[in-house]
Nanobody, 125 residues
């Protein structure tokens, strides 16, 4: 399976963006799917994850109530809706597929083995 992110860009603080993660080669419907981000000079961090059943979703405290993950099974695509963006949300955003199907959701990237190439999100103040 391959993952391709899109939808990044430059946005003003308070604005919104929707990132897409399109999977090809195999369905991701049986896998937990996560979003991570990496800001310049920082470690990659967990943003949120969608369980294989579609719900519940889990979010880092820093994005809770602002970001939402959704799936479109017909398109084999996962989305990250980002609202009320802040300059500290600036980072490269990656989607990732869990290593095993039907598992529990984990925040550590060690549990994910397929990654997209990333998409840049820049939030200006």
């Amino acid at each position: 399976v391959q993952l391709v992110e899109s939808g990044g860009g430059l946005v003003q603080a308070g604005g919104s963006l929707r990132l897409s993660c399109a999977a090809s080669g195999r369905t991701v419907g049986s896998y937990n799917m996560a979003w991570f981000r990496q800001a310049p000079g920082k470690e990659r961090e967990f943003v949120g994850a969608s369980s294989w059943g579609g719900s519940p979703s889990y979010y880092a405290d820093s994005v809770k109530d602002r970001f939402t993950i959704a799936r479109d099974k017909s398109k084999n695509t996962v989305y990250l809706q980002m609202n009320s963006l802040k300059p500290e949300d600036t980072a490269v955003y990656y989607c990732a597929r869990a290593s095993d199907p039907y598992g529990s959701v984990y925040e550590s990237e060690d549990w994910y083995d397929v990654w997209g190439q990333g998409t840049q999100v820049t939030v200006s103040s």
